[in-house]
């Protein structure tokens, strides 16, 4: 059975000592009520422990004296001396509820809210409290919960007997993973984990994934947690902020900020920062965000680990999924004990405040500012650079433009030098950081006796039951994740016999074919059905390198022949996008090459309707194109072709329709064409400055750019003797480009000119097409094709000129209302038009969709200045994506 909560359960420790005492604690409230999830640190041990729901939590210390601190969003702080002297010490901790102060402000329209003011500040530093630490060696505990509540019907249908008993087995039972880990750190973002201990009752049909990913996430990252975030320059853009008072924490005064999305959407989180005054760095966080079902609660709280260094001790993350039936709900805790920490000494903050006599063990967070953080050798433009930071950092107050400014100098500044390589190189190394794992040989061992010691959070009684059932599972750590997996099946006999699937032949090969579905993969007037095959056989031939050969054949009932066709793709240059590929064959051809829209979409259009705007001829070519890029970005392809073309005539006019579809020739010509052959050849070269790319494999993949390609063809069919020849020469120019607005918007263009400069011998196969959607139904995509004109109808063997514009938004009308903001389609707006000599064609047009995959859209359209029609149309760009060509 497959995975079926892909929900994470998150592991890390506390270090085991056996001649450690058992502290255990709760937290309660005036009224004796639990605390929920407060926070406690020790100080002699810089120990951070997240208390449970309950307010209960444990910890194992030697003998001797330590002082606490327990704390909880809402109530005021308190230290304690707790005296360890004997093997079990039972404490209970009443907490005073806090009271937040408003200051003496008044927010009305002509003054913004006081939230901004401490946010630019807070934005403008958080570049500083990113690179703060060089390097730190920590211990986590962590216990995960989770349980299945509720798996859909359609789900068990669809399972098998064996996979029907195992859902009834796991549905509404707790499920529980631990771990104890040793974390180290080194800036940039290289993390190196030792997991000491591991337990889960997780079964094998479910997968705990290693909780890196969240622990590794720093607050004052621009993308944490894979949204923008809050104290991100540009974060007014999409947030609003209200300050909801002031409250005291010993030594400093805490800012709590409410955090409010502009828009419902996934990429924005929603909640409090609790900011401090002065230093502008974060003492807790609070957020929530919500994306595809999932919705997951973040808490964090920070705690003064060193002098002015603020550091994460404890985490309280609740995660929920809904998605088409299938519920689910899981937890976890985490609690950190600092062991070393190492700041970058040249980013040191300078205090000014003076130390309150109560807190005088420790410099308060003063106003920082900053202090020599560029050298005295450092180029002119350098040290003006330095100037306006701290010109900037003495302000009392930022203008949002003035805190953007600050934030990128900061960034400048204290940038490590292994970040500003990363980022001015074009390969995107990784989202994430780099996380090193490794798993100690008695991680799995571990006895209850040892968890009992270690653990920071008692088990509750249902955990306890959860253990008493557990099962056997498994531990990996080459992936640098610590998982359960069960192997699965493929999709079942008679799926494949009738969609189609693959076969391995060997460790190399495998035999791809279309089942009873791809059979008949098409009809028309022309050939009537086509039966038969595809087959594909990939090869392996290396670990980058790939060769694939893919013959068809089939009988087409209505001519009574046979066409066939056979392709060969060889992947040669996977760093390079260097790609050959050979075709030959006998078969039926659409006169538009590249633009009409797909075969399949015209059979159904055929069969149902009579309706048969692509229009065929019979040709015999072989064909070779090769792609390979000649530096980065910049793409250049060569074509070749030559093919023995003959006019067709439709052989039948069966439709459910009953009606009697169009000839075939296409529109705009009069007579069917002449029987002819043609020798083509074209090279192009297409650039995009700074394009970003991964590596995926050993393969390159471009990623995106902040500039537009810029390509250049030149096309000429060559002589060949015969008495019908083509012979030409082409030439055209394009560009096109997808400009992000921001984070709900862009803006996409593409324009392409271009003229036929000798026509001596011309025939219809070698114009210039377009994409143009003829049926209502398409695959052909909004952003480049003409929704209102016929395939042929502009097809020109002179000169041309083609523009598209789109503004697509998630927020542009319907989302705005509030109930639809959660709905994960945009909007669009289409602007499009065609010049060839003596006509032009001028279309607008709205669209609603998912991204560029389905989208439903009308447009009206205008000929020559005049209004000319208004249509609908579906497009489905998607069917491309499934290899339905």
């Given at each position: 059975?497959?995975?079926?909560?892909?929900?994470?359960?998150?592991?890390?420790?506390?270090?085991?000592?056996?001649?450690?005492?058992?502290?255990?604690?709760?937290?309660?409230?005036?009224?004796?009520?639990?605390?929920?999830?407060?926070?406690?640190?020790?100080?002699?041990?810089?120990?951070?422990?997240?208390?449970?729901?309950?307010?209960?939590?444990?910890?194992?210390?030697?003998?001797?004296?330590?002082?606490?601190?327990?704390?909880?969003?809402?109530?005021?702080?308190?230290?304690?001396?707790?005296?360890?002297?004997?093997?079990?010490?039972?404490?209970?901790?009443?907490?005073?509820?806090?009271?937040?102060?408003?200051?003496?402000?008044?927010?009305?329209?002509?003054?913004?809210?006081?939230?901004?003011?401490?946010?630019?500040?807070?934005?403008?530093?958080?570049?500083?409290?990113?690179h703060q630490v060089k390097r730190y060696e920590?211990?986590?505990?962590?216990?995960?919960?989770?349980?299945?509540?509720?798996?859909?019907?359609?789900?068990?249908?669809?399972?098998?007997?064996?996979?029907?008993?195992?859902?009834?087995?796991?549905?509404?039972?707790?499920?529980?993973?631990?771990?104890?880990?040793?974390?180290?750190?080194?800036?940039?973002?290289?993390?190196?984990?030792?997991?000491?201990?591991?337990?889960?009752?997780?079964?094998?049909?479910?997968?705990?994934?290693?909780?890196?990913?969240?622990?590794?996430?720093?607050?004052?990252?621009?993308?944490?947690?894979?949204?923008?975030?809050?104290?991100?320059?540009?974060?007014?853009?999409?947030?609003?902020?209200?300050?909801?008072?002031?409250?005291?924490?010993?030594?400093?005064?805490?800012?709590?900020?409410?955090?409010?999305?502009?828009?419902?959407?996934?990429?924005?989180?929603?909640?409090?920062?609790?900011?401090?005054?002065?230093?502008?760095?974060?003492?807790?966080?609070?957020?929530?965000?919500?994306?595809?079902?999932?919705?997951?609660?973040?808490?964090?709280?920070?705690?003064?680990?060193?002098?002015?260094?603020?550091?994460?001790?404890?985490?309280?993350?609740?995660?929920?999924?809904?998605?088409?039936?299938?519920?689910?709900?899981?937890?976890?805790?985490?609690?950190?004990?600092?062991?070393?920490?190492?700041?970058?000494?040249?980013?040191?903050?300078?205090?000014?405040?003076?130390?309150?006599?109560?807190?005088?063990?420790?410099?308060?967070?003063?106003?920082?500012?900053?202090?020599?953080?560029?050298?005295?050798?450092?180029?002119?433009?350098?040290?003006?650079?330095?100037?306006?930071?701290?010109?900037?950092?003495?302000?009392?107050?930022?203008?949002?433009?003035?805190?953007?400014?600050?934030?990128?100098?900061?960034?400048?500044?204290?940038?490590?030098?292994?970040?500003?390589?990363?980022?001015?190189?074009?390969?995107?190394?990784?989202?994430?950081?780099?996380?090193?794992?490794?798993?100690?040989?008695?991680?799995?061992?571990?006895?209850?006796?040892?968890?009992?010691?270690?653990?920071?959070?008692?088990?509750?009684?249902?955990?306890?039951?959860?253990?008493?059932?557990?099962?056997?599972?498994?531990?990996?750590?080459?992936?640098?994740?610590?998982?359960?997996?069960?192997?699965?099946?493929?999709?079942?006999?008679?799926?494949?016999?009738?969609?189609?699937?693959?076969?391995?032949?060997?460790?190399?090969?495998?035999?791809?074919?279309?089942?009873?579905?791809?059979?008949?993969?098409?009809?028309?007037?022309?050939?009537?059905?086509?039966?038969?095959?595809?087959?594909?056989?990939?090869?392996?031939?290396?670990?980058?390198k790939s060769l694939a050969i893919a013959p068809?054949?089939?009988?087409?009932?209505?001519?009574?022949?046979?066409?066939?066709?056979?392709?060969?793709?060889?992947?040669?240059?996977?760093?390079?996008?260097?790609?050959?590929?050979?075709?030959?064959?006998?078969?039926?051809?659409?006169?538009?090459?590249?633009?009409?829209?797909?075969?399949?979409?015209?059979?159904?259009?055929?069969?149902?309707?009579?309706?048969?705007?692509?229009?065929?001829?019979?040709?015999?070519?072989?064909?070779?194109?090769?792609?390979?890029?000649?530096?980065?970005?910049?793409?250049?392809?060569?074509?070749?072709?030559?093919?023995?073309?003959?006019?067709?005539?439709?052989?039948?006019?069966?439709?459910?329709?009953?009606?009697?579809?169009?000839?075939?020739?296409?529109?705009?010509?009069?007579?069917?064409?002449?029987?002819?052959?043609?020798?083509?050849?074209?090279?192009?070269?297409?650039?995009?400055?700074?394009?970003?790319?991964?590596?995926?494999?050993?393969?390159?993949?471009?990623?995106?750019?902040?500039?537009?390609?810029?390509?250049?063809?030149?096309?000429?069919?060559?002589?060949?003797?015969?008495?019908?020849?083509?012979?030409?020469?082409?030439?055209e120019a394009g560009v096109r480009q997808r400009?992000?607005?921001?984070?709900?918007?862009?803006?996409?263009?593409?324009?392409?000119?271009?003229?036929?400069?000798?026509?001596?011998?011309?025939?219809?196969?070698?114009?210039?097409?377009?994409?143009?959607?003829?049926?209502?139904?398409?695959?052909?995509?909004?952003?480049?094709?003409?929704?209102?004109?016929?395939?042929?109808?502009?097809?020109?063997?002179?000169?041309?000129?083609?523009?598209?514009?789109?503004?697509?938004?998630?927020?542009?009308?319907?989302?705005?209302?509030?109930?639809?903001?959660?709905?994960?389609?945009?909007?669009?707006?289409?602007?499009?038009?065609?010049?060839?000599?003596?006509?032009?064609?001028?279309?607008?047009?709205?669209?609603?969709?998912?991204?560029?995959?389905?989208?439903?859209?009308?447009?009206?359209?205008?000929?020559?200045?005049?209004?000319?029609?208004?249509?609908?149309?579906?497009?489905?760009?998607?069917?491309?994506?499934?290899?339905?060509?």
């Amino acid at each position: 059975m497959k995975r079926l909560l892909p929900v994470l359960f998150f592991c890390t420790t506390l270090a085991f000592d056996l001649s450690a005492q058992l502290v255990k604690g709760k937290i309660v409230d005036k009224g004796g009520a639990p605390v929920p999830n407060a926070t406690v640190y020790i100080h002699e041990t810089a120990q951070g422990i997240m208390a449970d729901d309950l307010g209960v939590f444990q910890a194992s210390l030697k003998e001797g004296s330590y002082t606490c601190e327990f704390s909880s969003l809402g109530y005021e702080r308190k230290r304690l001396t707790v005296v360890v002297d004997k093997p079990s010490v039972a404490v209970t901790v009443e907490l005073e509820q806090k009271v937040y102060k408003l200051r003496e402000v008044i927010v009305s329209k002509k003054r913004e809210d006081p939230a901004y003011a401490i946010m630019r500040k807070a934005i403008s530093m958080a570049p500083f409290y990113l690179h703060q630490v060089k390097r730190y060696e920590s211990e986590i505990y962590m216990k995960g919960s989770g349980k299945i509540e509720k798996i859909p019907a359609l789900l068990r249908i669809a399972a098998g007997e064996e996979s029907k008993k195992e859902m009834k087995e796991i549905v509404g039972k707790l499920f529980v993973v631990e771990s104890q880990s040793e974390i180290t750190f080194t800036a940039p973002n290289i993390y190196k984990e030792n997991i000491v201990a591991f337990s889960t009752t997780i079964p094998t049909e479910m997968e705990a994934s290693n909780p890196m990913d969240i622990m590794t996430v720093n607050i004052y990252d621009p993308k944490a947690f894979g949204r923008i975030s809050p104290l991100s320059p540009g974060a007014f853009t999409y947030y609003t902020f209200v300050y909801e008072g002031t409250t005291t924490e010993g030594a400093h005064l805490v800012n709590k900020i409410r955090v409010q999305p502009k828009k419902k959407n996934g990429k924005l989180v929603t909640g409090w920062l609790y900011i401090l005054e002065d230093s502008w760095n974060v003492y807790s966080a609070d957020l929530k965000a919500s994306e595809f079902g999932v919705t997951v609660h973040f808490k964090a709280n920070y705690t003064e680990v060193k002098p002015a260094a603020f550091l994460p001790i404890a985490y309280d993350i609740d995660m929920d999924l809904s998605i088409m039936g299938l519920k689910a709900a899981g937890r976890y805790y985490a609690s950190i004990q600092y062991k070393e920490v190492e700041l970058n000494e040249e980013q040191t903050l300078v205090h000014k405040t003076e130390v309150p006599v109560q807190a005088a063990e420790k410099p308060a967070a003063g106003k920082p500012q900053t202090k020599k953080l560029l050298t005295e050798k450092q180029q002119k433009k350098q040290q003006k650079a330095q100037q306006q930071l701290e010109a900037l950092a003495d302000k009392e107050e930022l203008s949002t433009r003035e805190a953007y400014k600050m934030a990128k100098l900061m960034t400048e500044a204290v940038e490590p030098e292994e970040k500003k390589k990363e980022r001015e190189s074009l390969e995107i190394i990784k989202a994430s950081s780099d996380i090193k794992v490794t798993v100690d040989s008695l991680a799995k061992s571990r006895d209850s006796l040892y968890w009992a010691e270690i653990r920071n959070l008692p088990l509750r009684p249902e955990e306890e039951e959860s253990y008493r059932r557990k099962e056997p599972y498994k531990l990996k750590s080459d992936s640098g994740r610590v998982e359960v997996t069960v192997s699965t099946g493929g999709t079942g006999w008679l799926g494949e016999t009738f969609m189609g699937g693959s076969r391995r032949l060997g460790k190399k090969c495998r035999l791809t074919y279309g089942g009873l579905l791809g059979a008949v993969p098409e009809y028309n007037f022309v050939d009537g059905l086509w039966l038969g095959q595809r087959l594909s056989l990939g090869i392996d031939l290396s670990k980058t390198k790939s060769l694939a050969i893919a013959p068809s054949v089939h009988y087409v009932t209505a001519r009574k022949t046979v066409n066939s066709q056979l392709d060969v793709t060889y992947n040669y240059a996977p760093m390079r996008g260097g790609e050959l590929t050979l075709s030959a064959g006998n078969t039926t051809g659409d006169y538009n090459r590249y633009g009409s829209d797909l075969r399949i979409v015209n059979s159904i259009a055929s069969l149902f309707f009579a309706t048969n705007p692509v229009k065929f001829y019979q040709k015999r070519f072989v064909e070779a194109t090769n792609k390979v890029d000649l530096a980065n970005g910049l793409k250049f392809v060569s074509f070749f072709l030559y093919e023995k073309r003959n006019a067709l005539e439709n052989r039948t006019s069966y439709s459910f329709s009953k009606r009697e579809p169009s000839d075939n020739i296409p529109a705009g010509q009069l007579l069917p064409m002449r029987d002819n052959d043609a020798l083509r050849a074209a090279v192009l070269l297409e650039y995009t400055p700074r394009y970003y790319y991964r590596v995926r494999n050993g393969r390159k993949i471009y990623d995106h750019s902040a500039y537009p390609t810029l390509s250049l063809q030149y096309g000429k069919g060559i002589p060949t003797g015969s008495r019908r020849s083509s012979n030409f020469d082409k030439i055209e120019a394009g560009v096109r480009q997808r400009v992000k607005l921001n984070l709900f918007s862009n803006l996409y263009y593409t324009v392409n000119v271009g003229k036929f400069i000798s026509t001596k011998e011309i025939y219809f196969p070698d114009y210039r097409h377009f994409n143009a959607n003829e049926l209502y139904v398409t695959a052909h995509s909004l952003l480049n094709s003409f929704v209102l004109l016929d395939n042929y109808s502009y097809s020109t063997n002179k000169q041309w000129l083609d523009a598209h514009l789109t503004y697509t938004s998630d927020y542009l009308l319907l989302k705005h209302l509030p109930f639809l903001q959660s709905y994960l389609f945009n909007e669009s707006l289409h602007a499009a038009t065609l010049w060839i000599p003596g006509k032009n064609h001028l279309e607008l047009g709205y669209s609603v969709g998912i991204q560029d995959a389905i989208r439903v859209g009308v447009f009206v359209g205008w000929e020559k200045g005049r209004y000319d029609a208004v249509g609908f149309t579906v497009s489905l760009p998607l069917l491309n994506a499934m290899g339905l060509k």
